[in-house]
């Protein structure tokens, strides 16, 4: 698709891919200068008879001077419209494949520091032992205490410390599961550093972003952290044992987390007593099932 | 400060885009719903790019304000937070039209300075 240019100092560059009949693509970006009137012709007209890809550059980029009163520099405007993290989404899809092309069911779950996430993970992957192949990524700023306590569980488990970095990326995990043999896992958990901003926008190629909200904190949560409460499809509501203790309505909690994400699929459990686990199992093994399921089919 | 990282990826794309061409001015746009701070990206930007293509370049940030749609009576509206409900019916249910943007919108290249 080109778009007309002429504006006075904008050069539009534009990608373009051409096929032949025998099957071979090119592409090539070219360049408009200002006036440059589009109508030209790309006069590559190949009859070559041959299977293999190849790929030459064209270099059509015009190159254009101008006069800018005193500046003695020559602007050129490019239209980029390119998301910023255009990157980590590429790397998440990629991540994405491989968790379907394994029949993997992957979560990355989030949570503010302290909401029990580990102590979570720890009886989810004790009472599943056996019953589904599991693994783990932990991520942390720095110490591989979580992943210790895993471990202990007899659960292959990787430990990425992001250093400074508030928030685990798709690069970052796709490293980590250098470490595993995939062919033997059903079960993926990412734990995500501890922090209700950043890690809510970078995809991990997760099939969902799970958030952890204990009833030790408050109950407006969702609402403080719309972004993160918005970006996860599923809430563990935790600690739910210690409800006689605190001052906290699991009504107005769930009616908020339900404002900003009306089809956020709720579980009220206690990683300690156990209360409300069978529920988080069942759909976990749900998920597992739908991920195994999707490559037989493919 | 996950704006950081943010920031980083604009200078990937750019220096993607530039190609060994010094670039002048950047002009994002950055969504209301985005969850990232402007100030903070210009706060990050000065640091990231020292030493880069975008060195010195003039940063412009167009802020694109929130639009949703209410699934259940199809009312269109200005929305700020995931979490205003819709001014017609008073449902929840809404989908986002406009407000998550996170994008490199145009840059603006010097074209004498060609080093690649």
């Known amino acids: 698709m080109c778009i007309t240019c002429g504006c006075e100092t904008t050069g539009q560059e534009h990608g373009h891919q051409h096929r032949h009949d025998d099957g071979t693509v090119h592409s090539h970006v070219h360049s408009h200068e200002q006036g440059h009137v589009h109508g030209h012709e790309h006069g590559h007209e190949h009859g070559h008879e041959h299977g293999h890809e190849h790929g030459h550059e064209h270099g059509h980029e015009h190159g254009h001077e101008h006069e800018h009163g005193d500046a003695s520099v020559s602007r050129a405007r490019m239209t980029v419209e390119t998301d910023i993290l255009a990157r980590n989404d590429r790397l998440a899809a990629a991540n994405r494949a491989i968790f379907a092309q394994h029949g993997i069911f992957v979560l990355n779950l989030v949570s503010s520091p302290g909401s029990g996430k580990t102590t979570l993970l720890e009886r989810t992957l004790k009472d599943l032992a056996g019953r589904f192949r599991c693994a783990v990524i932990e991520g942390d700023q720095q110490t591989d205490n979580d992943a210790v306590r895993i471990a202990a569980t007899g659960v292959p488990v990787r430990q990425i410390n992001t250093g400074t970095g508030c928030h685990l990326d798709a690069h970052m995990v796709r490293h980590a599961l250098d470490h595993f043999d995939l062919h033997q896992l059903d079960l993926l958990l990412i734990e995500n550093v501890g922090n209700l901003v950043c890690p809510a926008s970078f995809d991990l190629g997760e099939h969902h972003k799970a958030v952890v909200l204990s009833v030790t904190e408050g109950e407006d949560k969702p609402l403080k952290y719309p972004q993160m409460f918005h970006a996860a499809d599923v809430m563990l509501l935790n600690k739910v044992d210690l409800l006689p203790h605190v001052e906290f309505s699991v009504e107005r909690c769930l009616e908020m987390a339900r404002r900003v994400r009306p089809d956020a699929t709720i579980f009220q459990v206690s990683a300690r007593s156990g209360a409300g686990m069978d529920a988080w199992y069942e759909w976990l093994a749900a998920g597992v099932a739908g991920a195994r399921n999707a490559v037989k089919k493919g | ?116």
Do not use: N
Not at chain 2, 8 to 17: A, L, P, R, T, Y
Not at chain 2, 22 to 43: D, H, K, T
């Open chain 2, 1 to 116: 400060m996950h704006e950081l990282a943010i920031t980083q990826g604009i200078v990937d794309v750019c220096q993607e885009h530039a190609r060994g061409r010094r670039v002048l001015e950047v002009v994002l746009e950055i969504g209301e719903l985005a969850g990232v701070v402007p100030e903070s990206v210009e706060f990050c930007f000065s640091a990231v790019t020292s030493g880069t293509l975008l060195d010195g370049a003039r940063l412009v940030i167009q802020r694109i304000p929130g639009r949703g749609r209410c699934v259940d009576c199809r009312a269109e509206f200005g929305r700020s937070t995931y979490f205003d409900p819709c001014p017609e019916c008073g449902g929840y249910q809404v989908e986002v039209l406009a407000g998550e943007e996170l994008r490199v919108k145009e840059l603006d290249l010097d074209e004498e300075e060609d080093r690649s």
